[in-house]
């Protein structure tokens, strides 16, 4: 079945260092989303890529989805302590977009102030 | 909006005792999702639901029943608790199209 895998699975970083966390899908996706969970919390919906080659920018994050639609990145740049948390890829499963989200296992993100 | 309530927020059940997740989404949403997380594992699919009517098995759906009772509401069953579903369960819901899925605050569950 559709797998999709994200590493590395722990980051701790320095404050003020960067962070990239990579996604890799079996096969080519429509779509890829980004979610990130703070500790005890839920997963929060952060951007949607649906374009080969695109690049979106949030402030300090910024995502990439591959040219072949089955790999994308998650850049922070210069960290801060109000980014710890696991950071989850998604891509659509069976069913298209009323199908299943199959997500990574996330990458859990630790920030030494 | 109150978004996705899943209800108990926390729950211990014994060995082989039943119980029923409860999920009710107010965004008139088509799809929703019953995930568990547990450590290192990530977010796996235990049954979805595309539509009023209709639930799909996911990654995890042994030991688990479903019912998609109407647009709003989609319950998860543990019909003899074990051990290994001790876990964290989370309900999403998703409306048309590509878009972005919307979960509940979780429901604590501990099977001893």
């Known amino acids: 079945g559709q797998q999709v895998m994200q590493i590395p699975q722990y980051q701790h970083v320095q404050e003020g260092e960067d962070f990239t966390t990579y996604c890799n899908s079996s096969?080519?996706?429509?779509?890829i989303q980004w979610y990130k969970q703070r500790p005890g919390g839920h997963p929060v919906f952060l951007i949607q890529l649906v374009k080969s080659g695109e690049v979106k920018k949030q402030k300090r994050l910024t995502f990439q989805f591959g040219e072949a639609k089955k790999n994308s990145s998650l850049h922070i740049t210069a960290t801060q302590t109000t980014d710890v948390g696991t950071y989850f890829c998604?891509?659509?499963?069976?069913?298209?977009?009323?199908?299943?989200?199959?997500f990574g296992k996330g990458t859990k993100l630790s920030v030494k102030p | 909006n109150a978004g996705v309530t899943q209800t108990p927020k926390f729950q211990v059940l014994k060995t082989g005792q039943s119980m029923t997740l409860q999920c009710a989404q107010d965004?008139?949403?088509?799809?929703m999702y019953w995930y568990r997380q547990d450590p290192g594992m990530g977010l796996r699919l235990i049954y979805y639901s595309a539509s009023e009517g209709t639930t799909d098995k996911g990654e995890v759906p042994n030991g688990y029943n479903v019912s998609r009772l109407n647009k709003r509401e989609f319950s998860l069953r543990l019909e003899s608790a074990a051990p290994s579903q001790t876990s964290v369960y989370f309900c999403?819901?998703?409306?048309?199209?590509?878009?972005?899925?919307?979960f509940g605050q979780g429901t604590r569950l501990t099977v001893v």
């Open positions: 096969t080519t996706l429509s779509n």
């Open positions: 999403a819901s998703r409306g048309q199209g590509n878009t972005e899925a919307f």
């Open positions: 965004m008139n949403h088509n799809s």
């Open positions: 998604a891509g659509p499963g069976a069913g298209g977009s009323q199908g299943n989200l199959i």
